[in-house]
């Protein structure tokens, strides 16, 4: 369940008439469980910035990166769809789904974008899907689309540190950031004309997801989402929560209680930005077993003492 979701945008309007109107381009709720990673980065210098002045992006940064919160969503088949009527003018399959690091860079050379399709629009306008599941695009060269139309699936191929689906959009071949496609920064009021037919909620960081254990996962098993949960035998009782979009000085606020009261609670300062981490907090077994009955964790995260975002689960145990 999440609460408190901080939204900039919803009062954003569409852009005007003779530029590129644009449907969201993957099927899957952006207010949770997925969420936008990062954005065209604005910043001309060795920096990095967004549109809204905030690190949610990274050095050169073309596109927009539409994220899944686990790999294990793959498996379930989210489409990536047409922004917006158009032509096939590109398509690429084949490539596997494997999270890119160092020891597989070779695999993706000159092939970064991984799976992917390219449409064309009037007005000089064209968008270019990136990252797409081996074996999931269903068009052809030449193909006519309509906005909503599906491409394929959201995927992890090509130099894809995470599940997701990159978007570019570009007019005569100039990168436009569709959040502010006149480029003109303005820091703390983003301008509200988009090129999102329905304005797309902007999340300044926040929360991926939440989850019990028996002990501190490892990373890798939270972004796959195969951390199996806590148990009433379990050598511990650790609440976990997956972050995204985090600066220095953030306040990660756990807590965690059951059916004999407080179990754990924590204010953990988070010493540096980060594009996704993790932090857990858990108490050690110290008897036969934990008491049976509903435990409740909560985790919300802080900018400056105000909530950016906040989250509760339930686990119970027999």
Request: hydrophobic share 35%; with cysteine; aromatic share 6%.
């Amino acid at each position: 369940m999440r609460f408190g979701l901080l939204a900039l945008l919803s009062l954003a309007v569409p852009a005007t008439a003779g530029e590129i109107s644009l449907s969201s381009p993957i099927g899957c709720d952006l207010n949770g469980p997925c969420y936008i990673q990062q954005y065209v980065d604005h910043d001309p210098s060795d920096g990095s910035s967004d549109f809204a002045c905030t690190a949610l992006t990274y050095d050169g940064h073309k596109g927009t990166d539409f994220a899944l919160p686990t790999h294990a969503m793959i498996d379930g088949g989210i489409d990536v769809l047409a922004a917006a009527p158009g032509t096939v003018m590109g398509v690429r399959d084949g490539m596997p789904d494997v999270r890119y690091a160092p020891d597989n860079a070779t695999q993706s050379e000159g092939r970064e974008c991984g799976n992917g399709v390219v449409l064309r629009h009037a007005n000089g306008w064209e968008t270019q899907y990136c990252h797409l599941r081996q074996g999931s695009i269903t068009v052809t060269r030449g193909q006519q689309m309509e906005a909503g139309d599906v491409l394929g699936e959201v995927g992890m191929s090509g130099r894809a540190a995470f599940a997701h689906l990159h978007l570019s959009v570009r007019r005569d071949g100039a990168v436009i950031d569709p959040f502010d496609p006149d480029g003109s920064i303005t820091c703390g009021t983003p301008d509200p004309v988009t090129l999102w037919t329905d304005p797309i909620p902007y999340r300044p960081g926040g929360i991926i997801s939440m989850g019990t254990s028996a002990a501190v996962p490892e990373f890798d098993a939270i972004r796959a989402g195969t951390v199996p949960p806590a148990t009433a035998d379990g050598d511990a009782i650790v609440i976990y929560a997956f972050l995204f979009g985090t600066q220095a000085g953030d306040t990660l606020r756990l807590a965690l209680n059951g059916p004999d009261g407080e179990v754990a609670a924590r204010d953990i300062t988070l010493d540096r930005t980060q594009a996704q981490s993790f932090r857990a907090i858990g108490k050690k077994l110290r008897s036969p077993r934990w008491p049976a009955g509903s435990y409740t964790g909560t985790a919300t995260l802080l900018r400056a003492g105000t909530s950016v975002d906040a989250e509760e689960i339930t686990l119970t145990l027999p």
